[in-house]
């Protein structure tokens, strides 16, 4: 312990694991950005981006919890996470040439299978990388970084669609473009993760089941699990956010400028995400609150879905509705991906840290796939309304559970 905290918590790990999910979240959120308004112009309904995005979410944070166990047990987490960036940086491919939902599913699937693999191994690393009291800092560097990719590649995406719609382009043809150039900056953070990284967590754990590891789980961590379950069954994909506005401002604008105003929204979501993320780190580093700091950002989630179901109601087509929207979403996701990495450090045994950040993700893939699917198909089945509804209701009874183990002092440091 006494070297890794005479190691400065902006290392070459720190940076590089920085650097890498920049250029990654550049790719795939620039796909991310494209995909409903592509799905649409494929003609088909609010359920399949559901189901493909529910889906997948849900299998990369299951792989999570085999990948983090398999990193913890073999000691061999470098190399399975620069396979996951590869995978994760060709996903787009796949979307280009697709001509209906099949290859769109089986891509998006096998780049989140990647981000499952890398996610567990990569957050044990980083954990591992810098002293206790400055892990906010280290995953908050980390998220903010993550986040600038996720605002240039929206970027890409809303430039190539604006210039398409100013030329009149076919819609299914400018939807490829942004696909093929996504695969430039995936295909580059394996590289810069190859390069810069190494592994500073050498314990290997050969002796370590499975299932004995999720036995020996603290009280405290299950806890918290328990919370983020219940907040994830609520916890929509963000593509059904940008589905809302593509979907309430086509009538005025037309099917490729709503979907070039919906990215700008995402644009700004992942730049209020990218800028929050820091300051909330280094937050819970100053005041020693993960738990009931997250619970505050559980509550702004709720609080979106209200927002958003409301918009449904009263048929708002203002895009600075959504702009509002979209920024709140933002300070949720800064929160939430940088106290949940953290918190999990803090309430975890650090021999089978990788194990519980699996375990973590393969949560919040129950509640993805939940709150994905269910979302989608209330919107299809009934209203949009109902769907967004029912999304607050489960998010505000998970950030309700997060404020009652805060409160009672089991923040776990």
Not at 314 to 339: H, I, K, N, W
Request: proline share 5%; glycine share 14%; net charge positive.
């Amino acid at each position: 312990m006494s070297a890794i905290r005479s190691v400065p918590w902006l290392n070459r790990n720190v940076a590089g694991m920085g650097a890498a999910s920049l250029l990654s979240d550049a790719g795939h959120e620039a796909a991310t950005a494209a995909l409903p308004g592509f799905l649409a112009v494929l003609g088909l309904p609010p359920i399949a981006l559901g189901a493909i995005e529910g889906v997948s979410d849900a299998l990369s944070s299951f792989v999570k919890l085999g990948a983090g166990w398999l990193g913890d047990r073999t000691g061999k987490r470098w190399g399975l996470a620069v396979g996951g960036y590869v995978l994760t940086g060709v996903m787009p491919l796949f979307m280009a040439v697709a001509q209906s939902w099949p290859l769109v599913f089986f891509g998006k699937t096998l780049g989140w299978f990647g981000r499952g693999v890398r996610g567990p191994l990569r957050d044990t690393m980083l954990a591992t990388s810098v002293a206790p009291e400055a892990r906010g800092r280290a995953f908050g560097f980390h998220r903010a970084g993550d986040t600038i990719g996720a605002v240039l590649g929206p970027l890409i995406a809303v430039g190539i669609l604006a210039s398409a719609a100013t030329a009149g382009a076919a819609a299914l043809q400018a939807y490829r473009t942004v696909f093929l150039l996504a695969i430039v900056p995936g295909l580059a953070a394996a590289a810069v993760f190859a390069i810069a990284v190494r592994d500073p967590a050498k314990g290997v754990q050969e002796s370590l089941s499975l299932r004995g590891a999720l036995q020996s789980t603290p009280p405290a961590f299950r806890r918290f699990l328990l919370a983020v379950g219940v907040f994830g069954t609520g916890d929509f994909a963000p593509a059904l956010l940008i589905l809302a506005c593509t979907t309430l401002l086509t009538p005025t604008l037309g099917v490729i400028a709503a979907g070039a105003v919906a990215g700008s929204c995402y644009v700004v979501r992942n730049a209020v995400y990218a800028a929050a993320s820091f300051p909330v780190g280094a937050a819970s580093d100053h005041l020693r609150r993960p738990l009931g700091i997250l619970a505050l950002g559980y509550g702004i989630g709720a609080a979106v879905a209200v927002g958003t179901a409301g918009a449904f109601v009263f048929s708002l087509r203002e895009p600075l509705v959504f702009v509002f929207l979209f920024a709140a979403s933002g300070v949720l996701a800064a929160v939430q991906d940088t106290l949940e990495g953290v918190a999990t450090a803090d309430l975890a045994p650090h021999e089978m840290r990788g194990t519980s950040y699996g375990l973590l993700g393969s949560v919040n893939g129950v509640g993805d796939l939940v709150a994905s699917v269910g979302v989608g198909a209330l919107w299809t089945w009934l209203s949009p309304a109902t769907a967004f509804t029912a999304a607050a209701l489960a998010m505000g009874v998970g950030a309700v559970l997060l404020a009652s183990q805060a409160l009672a002092g089991r923040e776990g440091r």
